[in-house]
């Protein structure tokens, strides 16, 4: 069953403004990931956060961990149209075999 | 990075035929993969854990008979769809893992006649 519910479901906006999408999950966690995927293919790792951790970032993206009310967020800066994809949290929970849990996702519209 | 791939990436088959699903990874050893099943505007949703020299563990409600993995080597694993019916007809995605982060397969998508 799917962990992770993450809003807003789809999220519409112009070149060069902020999106910013938001992953609430449920169990306890050893690490928190965030992928993108194009219609249709593959899934593409973009971040990592571990449980011990409450922000990172990677070029123009940033994400936050807020463990006590089990939540993460996901911003992306200066929004391209190449940006245009679907966004998931995934969760870890330190099992012995790692599987990720996945949240129901964003798809992100960026209108050039 | 680490690279996986999935053959074939699309397959069209008549209802009641088996459909097989290749996942290797080529540029490293994954003891355990993952198989992943995603319908359309959909998240992904884990089917099994795929365990080298093991057998497979499945997901709650996740038919073992329906869906055959196999993981023979530490590079390939794979994934039977068998006595394939419409409501099969879904992306298939498998994962592997040579450390804390995953990689994913670009996908096979299966569409049952």
Known sequence: ?112 | GAVVSQHPSRVICKSGTSVKIECRSLDFQATTMFWYRQFPKQSLMLMATSNEGSKATYEQGVEKDKFLINHASLTLSTLTVTSAHPEDSSFYICSARPGPLRFFGPGTRLTVL
């Open chain 1, 1 to 112: 069953s799917q962990q992770g519910e993450e809003d807003p479901q789809a999220l519409s906006i112009q070149e060069g403004e902020n999106a910013t999408m938001n992953c609430s999950y449920k169990t306890s966690i050893n690490n928190l990931q965030w992928y993108r995927q194009n219609s249709g293919r593959g899934l593409v790792h973009l971040i990592l956060i571990r449980s011990n951790e409450r922000e990172k970032h990677s070029g123009r993206l940033r994400v936050t961990l807020d463990t006590s009310k089990k939540s993460s967020s996901l911003l992306i800066t200066a929004s391209r149209a190449a940006d245009t994809a679907s966004y998931f949290c995934a969760t870890d929970a330190g099992t012995s075999y790692g599987k990720l849990t996945f949240g129901q996702g964003t798809i992100l519209t960026v209108h050039p």
